[in-house]
Nanobody, 121 residues
């Protein structure tokens, strides 16, 4: 089985920074891409950023230029560096892996447990 564990959330003042991390472990054969989603109060879960195993990235317009996604393929880990945080960034952030599980011999979608990011003075 595959497990994702994420960390790095917390309370930060507007303009501050946080770095989220998420590590996948288990019966992973290969990772297709990794990403971050967030869900704010009263909102649906929305894509923040994603990165392929080859390093190609894309970002939501709302955070482009402030957040940076990166990955360490050797560690099956994805990061989200968040700078210039705004109250509108307050949400539960979920990491996501699209990967191939060598036990099921099939690609699948896997999610972290979520970490709360609160931007407030």
């Amino acid at each position: 089985q595959v497990q994702l564990v994420e960390s790095g959330g917390g309370l930060v003042q507007p303009g501050g920074s946080l770095r989220l991390s998420c590590a996948a472990s288990g019966t992973i054969y290969s990772v297709h891409f990794m990403g971050w989603y967030r869900q704010a109060p009263g909102m649906g879960r929305q894509l923040v950023a994603r990165i392929t195993s080859g390093g190609l990235t894309n970002y939501a317009d709302s955070i482009k230029g402030r957040f940076t996604i990166s990955g360490d393929n050797a560690k099956n880990t994805v990061y989200l560096q968040m700078n210039s945080l705004e109250p509108e960034d307050t949400a539960v952030y979920y990491c996501y892996f699209r990967l191939f599980d060598r036990n099921t011999i099939a690609p699948g979608d896997y999610w972290g447990q979520g970490t709360q990011v609160t931007v407030s003075s």
